[in-house]
């Protein structure tokens, strides 16, 4: 998953230009898609603007993830050790699960599992204009719900002339990627085209972090004054190597590379590994938008989506029982080479009103979603009977063919939400959202251990928000909010649920307070807020992960995540610029207790261990990062010259925990990295050479970024044996990009 940026550039139009009044329009019915889900200038509500400019500037290896690093709160690292495959984000110490992700204004998070598999859609940053990153519960979004931060990401831009890009890259551990992006410009009778292609290879850091990705994208557009019409096709193919096991940290301090996906011995004792062990997944997004101004106030937007996708698990497992996955009794154990498969759609009609005058400012709207999936298993080989069996037997009357079990998960998502902002006199705004939401799911069908997986329940949920915000000056404003969300427990924390015959799930419940002051000069912009995160049953993981790498999650009856965030900018001159933010946080659990498993007693049997008051896993109460940009010769005149930028970051991290528990054998040390870039341009005939070289953890920090744990108790011994994996990031690297466009 190789990303390169310069075509977010081409899409978000030409720097040097201005298209004039008709951009004016063209901008105003583009920005109507994402705006019902985005805060405006005066929201009172935390959050940043990434602008295109950023985004094409990030390093080429990088996944959106990775390119979001450097914003306030976030924390990022890789499972193969670099940016590339299986990514992760937390932001004020709330993961995937609990972070909103759109595009467009459609939801991008997974409705099973409520998770963002950024592995999935290849080159994604190549075709963003822009990315909105809310912290907090923020403003309504559709889709499961924002607990902890949203992400909202915009493809919409027209650029009123043709354009082309050429991106070639290449770097370390055989990391290649190219890209081609081209567009017709707008024409006079409105009509326009846009389309990139990405394909990229890479060995990976750690052994069988392979990735070998393809993405395409592709608008077809027109517009008038009043209307626009867009259709978008979005294909992400990739082949992964797992990355999930990670390492003991043992085994981390003998060969931090090692990955034991795939391992066997021969039958001389000899260990191998079996190369397709992979994660295997195509995607194909598909969106159709209609958006009509009825008056330069009132403008109304519809957006049909239909995504699916197909994917599967491959996995070499060593000394299984056969008749686990459907083969005759007479069949002991046996090595086996299996697939876990999955395939689903989803559809989503979003449909918006936005009202706009110079006091009042009112979206609605509605979203309806449905997401259908199927899980099943399909054995490709075993040893015991053989390359001549017919492994297509094995079918046990599942809705599959091939396939030792299915499952299915059927989720049904309404909401309708309305906000209004309104400004009183001159510089203070009021603000007001709401938002019902329904879901309903139903589970049905056997997992892969052969327990059911049945269950069905709905939800009703209102969320509503308010706020203040006041604008003392052009430079200066303060705002404060407090919002209540709710969110409903996924289908893998149901399924494990079920499986560990543990109580019933309950929703999670948070109350968010936000308070903040900006300022914005000339040469120096700065902000800082406070925040109080109150969860109540909050869904949190346990540190645990299941067969198939999935964080097992719990209630937490009561818990808090209070903190200062501080983040500021100053550019002396025109060419230099100190980039900085800090946040300060405690994130807690009120009691925690935790359920050791009981490895001489029955199934199921568990301990209970009380930790009281603990600081929540993957929390770090510092996360502090500095960037100084400068381009010595940006006033010489002296040709190229005055394109010549050096950027260098540094970015620290404070110690975290595997668990829940605080306990010092659980924990993650704190860690620094920096990296460093330049980048060049030339002018030459008929458009723009780039070239940009890339040095990632510059100073060579040896680290890991985060990990899991497992744990067991004996009565016999009356111990508690616990341990840790972790997952190695990468030494230094490096990257070289080469860039043409017109």
């Known amino acids: ?78 499972e193969g050790g670099t940016g590339l495959g299986n990514s992760n984000m937390t932001i004020r110490g709330s993961k995937g699960s609990q972070i909103n992700v759109t595009l467009n204004g459609v939801t991008l998070n997974d409705a099973e599992s409520q998770e963002v598999f950024w592995v999935n859609i290849p080159s994604l940053a190549s075709i963003l204009s822009s990315v909105q990153v809310q912290r907090g519960l923020g403003t309504t979004a559709n889709g499961s719900g924002a607990f902890g931060a949203s992400v909202n990401m915009s493809t919409a831009s027209v650029q009123s002339d043709p354009f082309a890009v050429v991106d070639v890259s290449a770097g370390s551990w055989n990391t290649f990627e190219t890209t081609v992006a081209a567009g017709t410009g707008l024409s006079k009778s409105g009509f326009y085209a846009n389309a990139a292609y990405s394909r990229g290879y890479t060995d990976g850091y750690i052994r069988n972090a392979k990735v070998k990705s393809q993405s395409a994208f592709v608008v077809l557009g027109w517009m008038n004054e009043r209307n626009s019409l867009r259709m978008t096709w979005l294909m992400g193919h990739q082949r992964s190597g797992i990355t999930w096991n990670g390492i003991d940290i043992e085994q981390y301090h003998k060969d931090r590379k090692y990955n034991d996906a795939g391992q066997y011995y021969d039958e001389y004792g000899n260990v191998r590994y079996y190369d397709n062990a992979i994660d295997a997944y195509d995607q194909n997004h598909i969106q159709l938008n209609y958006t009509h101004g009825f008056s330069d106030a009132l403008t109304w937007s519809t957006t049909l989506n239909y995504t699916r996708g197909d994917g599967y698990d491959e996995y070499y497992k060593e000394d299984k029982k056969l008749p686990e996955y459907g083969f005759a009794s007479t069949f002991g154990k046996s090595d086996i080479i299996y697939r876990k498969l999955m395939g689903n759609d989803f559809y989503v009609v979003n449909s918006d009103l936005k009202y706009a005058s110079g006091l009042l400012r009112l979206t609605g709207g509605v979203s309806v979603s449905k997401y259908d999936g199927d899980h099943w298993g399909r054995v490709l080989w075993a040893a015991a009977p053989g390359d001549s069996f017919d492994y297509s037997s094995l079918n046990q009357g599942n809705r599959k063919d091939n396939s030792w079990y299915w499952n299915n998960g059927t989720k049904y998502d309404v909401s309708a939400h309305a906000r209004a902002e309104y400004l009183v006199g001159d510089w203070v705004t009021l603000f007001g959202d709401l938002q019902y939401r329904y879901v309903n799911l139903d589970m049905d069908g056997v997992d892969d251990d052969a327990a059911r997986v049945d269950y069905g329940d709905s939800w009703n949920f209102l969320n509503p928000r308010a706020g203040v915000n006041f604008d003392f000056s052009e430079a200066q404003r303060a705002y404060f909010s407090v919002a209540l969300g709710h969110r409903e427990p996924g289908r893998g924390d149901i399924k494990e649920n079920i499986k560990g015959d543990i109580s019933p799930l309950k929703p999670e419940k948070m109350l968010d307070f936000e308070l903040g002051y900006n300022y914005s000069g000339a040469k120096f912009s700065g902000s800082a807020n406070v925040y109080m995160m109150e969860y109540k049953d909050m869904l949190l993981e346990t540190g645990r992960l299941s067969s198939s790498g999935y964080a097992i999650k719990e209630n937490v009856s009561r818990g808090w995540r209070r903190g200062v965030e501080l983040s500021a900018a100053w550019t002396p001159a025109l060419w230099f610029r100190l980039d900085a933010n800090a946040t300060l946080s405690v994130n807690q659990i009120k009691e925690y207790v935790d359920y050791a498993s009981v490895s001489d007693g029955a199934e199921f049997e568990t301990k209970a261990f009380d930790y009281g008051r603990s600081t929540m896993l993957m929390s770090p109460s510092f996360i502090g990062m500095s960037k100084i940009s400068v381009t010595p010769w940006k006033n010489s005149g002296r040709g190229s010259l005055k394109t010549t930028t050096f950027s260098i970051d540094g970015k620290y991290i404070g110690k975290q925990y595997l668990d829940n528990t605080e306990r010092s054998d659980m924990k993650i040390p704190g860690y620094f990295v920096s990296n460093f870039s330049v980048a060049h341009e030339f002018k030459v005939s008929g458009g723009f050479l780039g070239l940009t070289g890339y040095v990632n953890n510059l100073f060579n920090n040896k680290y890991y970024a985060s990990g899991w744990r497992w744990e067991s108790y004996s009565k016999a011994e009356q111990k508690l044996t616990t341990g840790i994996g972790v997952y190695p990031q990468a030494p230094v690297n490096f990257m070289f990009k080469v860039s043409y466009r017109f």
Not at 14 to 42: F, I, M, P, Q, W
Not at 59 to 67: A, F, G, L, Q, Y
């Open 1 to 78: 998953m190789l990303l390169i940026t310069a075509p977010a550039a081409a899409f978000a139009g030409n720097d040097s230009k201005s298209a004039g009044e008709e951009s004016d329009k063209v901008e105003h019915l583009d920005s109507v898609v994402v705006s019902a889900s985005r805060a405006g200038k005066s929201t009172p509500v935390t959050y940043t603007m990434v602008g295109r400019q950023e985004i094409r500037s990030a390093n080429p290896i990088n996944s959106v993830p990775m390119i979001l690093n450097l914003q306030p709160s976030v924390v990022t690292y890789n």
